[in-house]
């Protein structure tokens, strides 16, 4: 976290480009106190406008005299012009440098309503191949400062109904449904997020009736198409794959899932994941050109642009891919994941990556629809520097909000999980300390975001 953070808060730090904000400067302690009835100077200057010494006509910039109030904060009200950053730049006298430099951010009209939530759309626990049971992971991401996680073990949907009915009314981690889903013809691996029913429960057999094949287990709603035999899926599928124009028989198949699966994604309201093409395992998990076609047809929502391994092949390769993609008129969707088969520090990925999505809720179905209308960006914290990959625009902002505000969001979370885990555990008195918790990062996305 950076020094500044520590001794003082200034909020709100995001709202609405040209919106009148009366923003407060808050020490926090006596060390870093101001001065009572000093007059100080308050600069406010646009980041991308750059140095106003340098460049005089540049616009961008606002200048406050001010004292502090009674209680020891300094107040000003400001419009800002045009999204983008501002440097608040506090000065003991109009010519002196800053003593203080903190930072606001102006956002365009499109972004009204709509709060950052930073959270994982595909990982693993004991119940396919990670090595926690679900609740703990759940915890363990929650102390990472997600606000928002799915379950989505392979072949199977009903662990993320079960966390997140274990949690249900103790703690604010939005868990969403989900699943990778693996089945027959098809090699090309395939998340659902948030979908309202599983998608591998829909042949039979079904890795997903190890709970008992009842609707409970594999709807969230009690609403689900009837399964089919897996003779049934194929005969189906090999009808399907025959107008699949490609070449190869194997592609052609492979293909025809990923459009059935995806149209069940679609009637189920959730978010159909294109997940690590350029996973190597011995070999590319996918050929280039195959998945190129996959990209260009677009049988699922979003691109899982970083994720899964922190060898530089693996994300380096989808980043790259992605932009040129764009460069050629193909955009879409972008998340970060970290396919995590383990949530704590001794597993080499499992903080590797995160999505921000600028959502106006944080609920399954907000979540979604933000991401789909492409309000989000992928995190990239392989290394301690941090990355984010997509549109610049989102790039920009999720820097920001990555140095000055998700620093102070972990904090509040870190607690937070540590008392999941203990509940998990048996510890009744995690329940009462978990509700009183409750709605403390509403409260702090209140005071920060006035949007």
């Not at 919106?19 to 009572?36: D, N």
Request: charged share 25%; aromatic share 12%.
């Amino acid at each position: 976290m950076k020094p500044v953070l520590y001794n003082y808060d200034i909020f709100p730090k995001v709202f609405l480009e040209n919106t009148k904000k009366l923003i407060t400067v808050k020490p926090l302690g006596f060390h870093a106190a101001f001065t009572a009835d000093k007059e100080y100077t308050v600069k406010v200057c646009k980041v991308s406008e750059s140095n106003p010494k340098r460049y005089p006509e540049r616009g961008g910039k606002y200048v406050f005299a001010v004292k502090p109030d009674e209680d020891g904060c300094l107040r000003f009200e400001c419009a800002l012009e045009g999204e983008g950053e501002f440097f608040v730049n506090i000065c003991e006298d109009p010519e002196a440098k800053p003593c203080v430099t903190l930072s606001l951010y102006a956002l365009a009209e499109d972004m009204k309503g709509r709060i950052p939530f930073r959270g994982d759309l595909h990982l693993h626990t004991r119940c396919s191949d990670g090595r926690e049971a679900p609740e703990i992971v759940a915890s363990n991401y929650r102390g990472h400062g997600y606000d928002f996680t799915v379950i989505s073990d392979h072949r199977r949907y009903y662990p993320s109904l079960e966390t997140a009915e274990f949690f249900d009314g103790i703690s604010d981690l939005t868990i969403v449904p989900g699943e990778e889903i693996h089945l027959p013809l098809n090699d090309v691996h395939y998340v659902n997020f948030g979908g309202t029913y599983s998608i591998n429960a829909l042949v039979k057999p079904s890795a997903n009736d190890e709970r008992g094949d009842g609707i409970e287990k594999r709807s969230l709603n009690g609403k689900a198409p009837e399964p089919m035999s897996e003779e049934e899926f194929c005969a189906m599928i090999t009808e399907r794959a025959k107008s699949v124009p490609r070449e190869n028989e194997s592609e052609r198949l492979s293909f025809a899932v990923m459009e059935w699966i995806y149209e069940h994604i679609k009637a189920a309201g959730g978010l159909g994941i294109f997940p690590h093409p350029y996973w190597l395992c011995q070999m590319v998990q996918l050929p280039e050109d195959y998945t190129e076609f996959i990209y260009r047809q677009k049988p699922f929502d979003a691109f899982e642009v970083l994720g899964g391994e922190s060898y530089y092949q693996h994300n380096g390769f989808q980043t790259a891919f992605y932009y040129d993609m764009k460069a050629k008129g193909i955009d879409r969707p972008v998340v970060g994941s970290t396919d995590s088969h383990g949530s704590t520090e001794h597993n080499r990925n499992a903080f590797i990556c995160s999505t921000i999505v600028f959502a106006k809720e944080n609920e399954r179905v907000s979540l979604i629809e933000a991401i789909k209308d492409k309000y989000s960006v992928a995190v990239d914290t392989i290394s301690a520097e941090y990355r984010l990959v997509g549109d610049f625009r989102w790039v920009k902002y999720g820097s920001f909000l990555m140095e000055n505000y998700f620093p102070l969001h972990d904090l509040a979370c870190k607690a937070e999980g540590y008392y999941m885990k203990q509940y998990a555990c048996g510890d009744a008195r995690a329940a009462d300390v978990l509700k009183a918790m409750k709605g403390q990062i509403a409260d702090m996305q209140k005071k920060y975001f006035e949007v």
